[in-house]
């Protein structure tokens, strides 16, 4: 949605144009499937209480443009942003939320007013749940993610995005320190929920959610399917 009015100067818009552009997709990140590497940022924030860090906005990305290219010039594939008051509490990678299993219990931190919102990672909630895999979403901090992969309990971590649909995290750095999640592969959980949401996706699997909606050309909305997706 972008602003169409014919104005210069500093206000909210009053005429915008919506639209929808839809066609294939390769993988997101070079890697396509395999693990990337993330940097936890210690230097910048990308987004605090009462901003924009819930919203897919273009200024939302924006903040975190300069981290993200500053990881890929030292070979890492993407940022783990931490709170911007603490600098301890995990939020969300740049371009996915993401998910922690320690110990067989999958982590996310809750979406708020500065982590988004992500349909993918909703749709993983429901998917676990939904196998009995337990699950919990609270804040956890990078200490417990770090003294969790001390013990050996770091069992995988992994993003959820609509672009990365499901990217596993083979290494994390934090503070000059490479921490290596599980044997650095494709961990078991990862794997079938990209299978499993993939599946549903091209209609190769069922879809016990309702989440596809079938569209129907020349049809209007009155005349087409309801299903939620």
């Known amino acids: 949605m972008i602003a169409t009015e014919p104005y210069i100067g500093l206000k909210s818009a009053s005429e915008v144009l919506f639209f929808i552009i839809t066609g294939p997709v390769g993988a997101y990140y070079p890697e396509g499937f395999n693990p990337v590497k993330i940097t936890v940022c210690e230097k910048y924030s990308r987004a605090g209480p009462g901003g924009l860090g819930a919203a897919k906005t273009a200024a939302n990305y924006a903040a975190s443009l300069l981290a993200e290219k500053e990881a890929i010039n030292r070979g890492f594939t993407q940022v783990l942003w931490l709170d911007a008051a603490q600098r301890r509490y995990i939020e969300e990678v740049g371009s996915m939320n993401i998910l922690f299993k320690i110990d067989g219990t999958v982590i996310t931190p809750p979406s708020g007013d500065t982590i988004l919102a992500g349909i993918t990672k909703d749709s993983v909630l429901k998917l676990l749940r939904s196998w009995g895999t337990p699950v919990e979403e609270y804040r956890l901090t990078i200490d417990e993610v770090l003294d969790a992969h001390a013990k050996g309990t770091l069992e995988e971590v992994f993003g959820a995005g609509t672009a ?36 549903i996706q091209y209609g190769t699997r069922p879809d016990p959610f309702g989440w596809i909606t079938e569209l129907h050309p020349g049809r209007n909305d009155a005349g087409a399917a309801t299903a939620a997706g």
């Open 164 to 199: 990365a649909v499901i990217s596993p995290v083979g290494q994390l750095e934090y503070e000059g320190v490479t921490y290596p999640v599980g044997d650095g592969d494709t961990g078991s959980v990862a794997l079938k929920l990209f299978d499993e949401l993939m599946g």
